[in-house]
């Protein structure tokens, strides 16, 4: 099983910058799994805020565009969310999480979370 691992989540100010980052275990996830970033809100179900394919196609929810950017480091097997603008409706657990189907299965991983405040 692939192990996920986030990091950079703390409390910032409104209007500041975080950069969130996701280890994996696995040394080819990157290469073909769809990696996301999913956040839940207090007393709101989890939400998808961005994805990177396997190909390099990137999405990103329309409450964080413009803000928001997902990269990713393949030799490093690390994913990252580049958080700016904050504010405090981004206040919220964020998630990592790989995708990879094969041969009609599906396996999805998801890490711990990392929580992110911003203050008014």
């Known amino acids: 099983q692939v192990q996920l691992v986030e990091s950079g989540g703390g409390l910032v100010q409104a209007g500041g910058s975080l950069r969130l980052s996701c280890a994996a275990s696995?040394?080819?996830?990157?290469?073909?799994?769809?990696m996301g970033w999913y956040r839940r809100a207090p007393g709101k179900q989890r939400e998808l805020v961005a994805t990177?394919?396997?190909?390099?196609?990137?999405n990103y929810a329309d409450s964080v565009k413009g803000r928001f950017t997902i990269s990713r480091n393949i030799a490093k097997n690390t994913v990252y969310l580049q958080m700016n603008s904050l504010k405090p409706e981004d206040t919220a657990v964020y998630y990592c999480n790989a995708f990879v189907g094969s041969r009609g299965v599906s396996y999805d991983y998801w890490g711990q979370g990392t929580q992110v405040t911003v203050s008014s």
């Open positions: 696995s040394g080819s996830i990157f290469s073909s799994a769809v």
């Open positions: 990177f394919t396997s190909g390099g196609s990137t």
